[in-house]
């Protein structure tokens, strides 16, 4: 065996098309494991570059650089699943093709994919919607709206019959309020923090709206439909995950490189900072030194009823 034989690719011959004893007749190939096995090299290559460009600032200014990593550290342990055929089980197809390439009965479905756009998806957002200073419980039912979508997709992927487009439908309707929340409101919001913070949003938020209304696209032409193949689908989906990811997160880091987080409302304290709520230097200015007594009154200025204290009789 040469050198050459020994470095290729050897992934769909190490973890077959067989799964639980059922064999898949429409699967990923050598080319699609070897793109697979790229967009997993460039996931990692963006995660340490972000943990590097975290180095550079104070610890209180990387939240953006550590929600930006741990996004494209989940999707290169994702591709790295999917590149080595794993992380997937076959489901009947709902479409019976002619085309020898989606020709069978079965399609390779990855639900790897789908763990991982659970946990990532609701970091995009929230380095979206904390870049727009948005309140935190709009932030918390904007996540929520988001893992509807995302499970909806994977229950519908895994669905052999037309009640699969059901929970396609329930998974575009949550996709379109968040498109709403990001092209509307959080973008109003943005602008109202500065126009530094709102060019930052509008080019993310421009990007991930664009992007994520292609996905149920690429979704109905694969899970759904079966009209591309699984070779066609790493390379669609690849692509958007590489913009969405990557590209987004260049984005939205270099953005950020002249906004201080606080301005956002992400104050964060560190411990050797000097700072009066960490080291308990603060002063009050009715003289308490921060504490109370115990009747809630500053130094006697008052009693517990809330009556003024009383004065000295004149002599």
């Given amino acids: 065996m040469s050198i050459l034989d020994k470095r290729a690719n050897n992934a769909i011959n190490v973890n077959t098309n067989t799964v639980n004893g059922k064999h898949v007749d429409i699967a990923i190939t050598t080319h699609g494991s070897d793109w697979y096995w790229a ?39 994702a591709y790295f699943s999917m590149g080595s055929n794993l992380g997937w089980t076959p489901i009947d197809v709902e479409f019976l093709r002619a085309n020898s390439k989606v020709q ?40 929520l709206v988001d893992e509807v979508m995302i499970v909806t997709g994977l229950v519908g992927a895994l669905v052999k019959s037309s009640y699969k487009w ?9 996709l379109a309020y968040i498109v709403w929340v990001l092209v509307w409101e959080a973008r109003k919001h943005a602008n109202s923090m500065g126009p530094d913070v709102g060019k930052a949003f509008l080019y993310c938020g421009s990007l991930t709206a664009f992007l994520w209304i292609l996905y149920p696209i690429s979704w109905g032409l694969c899970e759904g439909g079966n009209v591309i193949t699984p070779d066609g689908e790493a390379v ?13 997160g260049a984005l939205l880091i270099w953005g950020h490189r002249g906004i201080d987080p606080a301005r956002l409302g992400l104050y964060i304290h560190d411990y050797d900072e000097k700072d ?10 009715d003289g308490t030194n921060g504490h109370n007594n115990t009747n809630g009154v500053a130094n006697g200025a008052g009693n517990t009823n809330g009556a003024a204290a009383p004065v000295a009789a004149e002599v």
Avoid at 111 to 129: A, C, E, G, S
Avoid at 276 to 285: C, E, F, I, M
């Fill in 166 to 174: 059901g929970y396609f439908a329930f998974g575009c309707a949550a």
């Fill in 104 to 143: 069978g009965i079965n399609r390779e479905i990855f639900y790897v994919r789908y763990i991982d756009w659970f946990i990532t998806t609701p970091l995009l957002l929230m380095d979206l919607l904390l870049t727009a200073a948005m309140p935190w419980p709009t932030v918390l039912y904007i996540i």
């Fill in 39 to 77: 967009v997993t090299a460039v996931m990692i290559c963006a995660t340490f570059t972000f943990m590097g460009l975290a180095a550079t600032k104070p610890r209180q200014h990387r939240i953006f650089h550590y929600i930006t990593a741990a996004i494209t550290l989940v999707a290169s342990i």
């Fill in 276 to 285: 009066p709520a960490v080291d308990g230097s603060h002063k009050r200015t």
């Fill in 236 to 248: 669609f989906y690849g692509v958007l995950d590489l913009f969405a990811k990557p590209v987004f």
